[in-house]
């Protein structure tokens, strides 16, 4: 067993700047992404008035919508940013095109200052759904589907590890009397937190003000009214939207790939698909502490230096959690969160 090591002081992740990666990697919170893989090219020759001249909408296969000098138009996608059957262009990305006697054509992209990804789906390969962020709106609803803290703690997870804000939106409250208790654990750690009904308009104009003049994200489960926000945030802007199963209270995939929109006073929103489980990219069983804030300034006071927190002995978290200063639902999203990135270790020992 390691040595026992002094309490550490813990550091808060909260002013965040999403162009400022030198304060996010002081924090020790999330690592610069690359900007593409190897195979692109660099894209100097592009920027170097400094200024990009589009931004993706939604890549689509070897194709991607981009905005461009105030209009949306469809783009091909140079081969050197092609890989395989698809772009590695995200919703977000800053590019620059070019008009040849084809039509436009997505040449060249920024490096990145944040992003918000997950493992691709059956490779060992990084998807990134959403870049260039100022919020990642994690949406939750208090009933149909109902409040699920494991995904909340995934997504704040997944934020803070590209670098991104997180906002806890809890939909739907005109469905509940009593709030989840999870709401309240969420005010607890100091996150922004912002209750909502697309049927009433309560917090409505209190999420445009947030996300007022920026980019942001909208990320949850299925059903949980994403896409009914953007229209409740814009009602010039038409996403559709569908009811949720009376049989089982759960949605449906609304929308089947990221969309970026702008609505009025300058919002650009991501819309993306809802999913029942968010894999983690780029964050291993070691790091996860430092991704609970609670947890992070806790282990500074286990006996032992690479405590894990699940079963040393005089674990100052376990400790905390059986107090009461540490909320068992978070403590819990913990452990269910390493096993699983200690099982995809064991499974893909590649993988980062």
Not at 215 to 228: M, P, Q
Not at 338 to 352: T, V, Y
Request: hydrophobic share 35%.
């Amino acid at each position: 067993m390691s040595k026992p090591f002094k309490r550490n002081k813990p550091v808060r992740k909260r002013n965040w700047d999403a162009n400022d990666w030198d304060t996010a990697s002081r924090q020790g919170r999330s690592k610069r992404p690359d900007s593409a893989p190897e195979s692109v090219r660099p894209a100097d020759d592009y920027f170097s008035d400094g200024r990009t001249n589009g931004v993706v909408v939604s890549p689509y296969g070897v194709l991607a919508f981009a905005l461009c000098d105030g209009s949306e138009c469809l783009c091909r996608v140079d081969e050197s940013l092609v890989d395989g059957k698809s772009s590695v262009l995200a919703s977000g990305d800053r590019v620059f095109i070019e008009v040849d006697d084809r039509g436009p054509v997505v040449r060249a992209v920024r490096p990145r200052a944040n992003k918000l990804s997950r493992p691709a789906i059956g490779s060992d390969r990084e998807q990134v759904f959403a870049a260039n962020i100022n919020h990642a709106v994690i949406v939750a609803s208090v009933a149909r589907p109902a409040f699920n803290p494991g995904l909340i703690d995934r997504y704040l997870v997944a934020a803070q590890a590209g670098g991104v804000e997180p906002i806890v939106c809890v939909n739907k409250v005109d469905l509940a009397g009593p709030l989840p208790d999870g709401v309240g654990m969420y005010r607890e750690l100091a996150l922004k937190v912002v209750l909502t009904s697309c049927e009433t308009g309560e917090g409505i104009d209190e999420l445009r003000s947030i996300l007022q003049a920026g980019t942001s994200v909208l990320v949850g489960h299925s059903g949980v009214g994403k896409s009914s926000l953007i229209n409740a945030l814009d009602p010039n802007v038409t996403v559709h939207t569908q009811e949720i199963s009376d049989s089982t209270n759960k949605g449906r995939h609304t929308t089947s790939a990221s969309r970026l929109y702008e609505l009025t006073g300058g919002i650009r929103i991501i819309d993306t698909p809802g999913i029942k489980q968010l894999g983690l990219w780029g964050v291993s069983p070691a790091e996860l502490n430092y991704y609970f804030d609670e947890i992070a300034e806790t282990s500074g006071l286990c006996k032992f230096r690479d405590c894990t927190h699940t079963h040393e002995p005089r674990c100052a978290v376990r400790d905390a959690v059986e107090s009461g200063r540490i909320a068992r639902a978070r403590y819990e999203s913990y452990l269910r969160i390493r096993a699983s990135l200690e099982e995809g270790e064991r499974s893909n020992p590649q993988s980062p």
